[in-house]
């Protein structure tokens, strides 16, 4: 009996400190943006998911808007640590220097810097980087991108007669995708995509344009409209506004066979026939992991990176316009990645100047390229592991960022 009083006695004190720890918990969050950007949208949604299922209170959360990634970014994390914040957030990777300074002048306060990648190697035990494998999902977006333009083909609304500016001379068809920068994150991304939707056509090529901005709804819409100029079928997008989605509507209302694949938020409401559906990550699945972590007094992983085996990334709903069969081949490929017998990176599906890729050494080291100097040393790592290029094992942050046969890059 004195045993059992003992085992309850422990656990109504466990339950106490837990509760006392989430009641002393106050979260900081420093935000690239608002509401109106889509990447951004996902975050806050993603973290008052999480807060609404441990109980956290409105209070506990301090929201800073439109930080820009430069020192502003360090006083509104100074700013947040006066308030009594004990964990503080930055959701883009130009905050991550910052924030690093940060960490350094406040070691008893954890900061997590999102899509960051020198945490682990930074020497400060309080920064932590955390990205999804977003890869993922944008291969399956990349899947039902892939069984609309097998539709097109088979109903014959998409041919080299009707459409000879939609195929090169090989006989590919075209599609397009709009990227923010050329940074690894946008080409592991990019690839992924391409590789979903080869998986369904194989006989495609892809133009990637670059807007250099996160954020550019002018410049996203101009780059799709651009791909679409140039035969663009489908118009795939790694930026963050509804810019790309809203001028593939436009074309297609107009008479042009086109259609998209957006990112972060469900693009229907803005393209609701042009729009297939949106990669996308599930951040209240990373949210609710890092707050009870915290609340708990557990330590908080530094690379933190999960996909569909935890149900961090998805894909939005699917568009009317989506081929038949779509949903069920989606759920297929969703249990193929889930269970391991699907590899996004399989090195016997692409080849990068003809050849199959048998080596890819990825240093870890952050670099200052102004200066060619390391500020942090990292080790190098063989990427390629039986035949499979291992993205996001190393470290949260992508690193693929090999350039494989098939997919053309414009810099501008």
């Known amino acids: 009996m004195k045993k059992i009083i003992a085992l309850v006695l422990a656990a109504v004190l466990c339950l106490a400190a837990c509760a006392a720890l989430a009641d002393d918990m106050k979260i ?3 935000l690239v943006g608002d509401e109106t950007e889509g990447y951004t949208l996902a975050h806050m949604n993603g973290i008052k998911a999480a807060a609404a299922d441990l109980g956290l209170a409105d209070s506990q959360i301090i929201w800073k808007y439109k930080i820009p990634e430069d020192q502003t970014c360090y006083d509104n994390a100074l700013d947040l640590v006066g308030q009594g914040c004990n964990l503080i957030i930055s959701n883009s990777y ?3 220097t910052y924030m690093a ?6 070691p008893d306060v954890d900061f997590v810097a999102m899509t960051g990648d020198f945490a682990a190697i930074s020497g400060l035990d309080n920064l932590k980087n955390a990205f999804t494998k977003v890869y993922e999902s944008r291969y399956v977006s990349g899947v039902v991108a892939g069984m609309k333009v097998a539709e097109l083909l088979e109903s014959g609304e998409l041919s080299a007669e009707k459409q000879p500016n939609s195929f090169d001379a090989d006989g590919n068809v075209k599609i397009g995708y709009v990227g923010a920068f050329n940074y690894a994150e946008v080409v592991s991304g990019y690839t992924a995509f391409f590789l979903g939707v080869r998986s369904i056509v194989p006989n495609v090529t892809m133009e990637v344009m670059y807007t250099n901005s996160w954020f550019d709804i002018d410049k996203e819409g101009a780059a799709a409209e651009a791909l679409v100029a140039n035969g ?9 506004s509804t810019g790309a989605p809203a001028a593939v509507q436009k074309l297609l209302d107009a008479g042009t066979v086109c259609y998209s694949i957006g990112y972060n938020i469900d693009m229907l409401p803005t393209a609701p026939t042009a729009a297939l559906t949106s990669a996308t990550n599930q951040w209240s699945v990373f949210y609710k992991e890092l707050f009870t972590k915290k609340m708990n007094g557990e330590t908080i992983e ?10 961090a990334v998805a894909i939005t709903e699917l568009g009317a316009s989506c081929a038949a069969g779509t949903a069920e081949k989606v759920a297929e490929v969703e249990a193929a990645i889930k269970d391991g017998s699907l590899k996004v990176f399989d090195t016997a599906v692409f080849t990068v100047g003809g050849e199959t890729v048998t080596s890819a050494p990825c240093d870890m080291t952050f670099m200052d390229y102004s200066t060619m100097t390391a500020i942090y040393e990292g080790e190098t790592y063989e990427a390629i592991v039986d035949g499979v290029f291992e993205e996001s094992t190393f470290r949260s942050a992508p690193y693929f960022a090999l350039r494989i046969d098939g997919i053309v890059e414009d810099a501008q």
Do not use: P
């Open 28 to 30: 900081g969050v420093i």
């Open 94 to 96: 130009g905050h991550q």
């Open 101 to 106: 300074l940060a960490a350094e002048e406040f």
């Open 232 to 240: 663009s079928v489908i118009i795939g997008q790694h930026a963050d």
């Open 302 to 311: 530094q690379n933190w990176a999960e996909g569909y085996e935890t149900d």
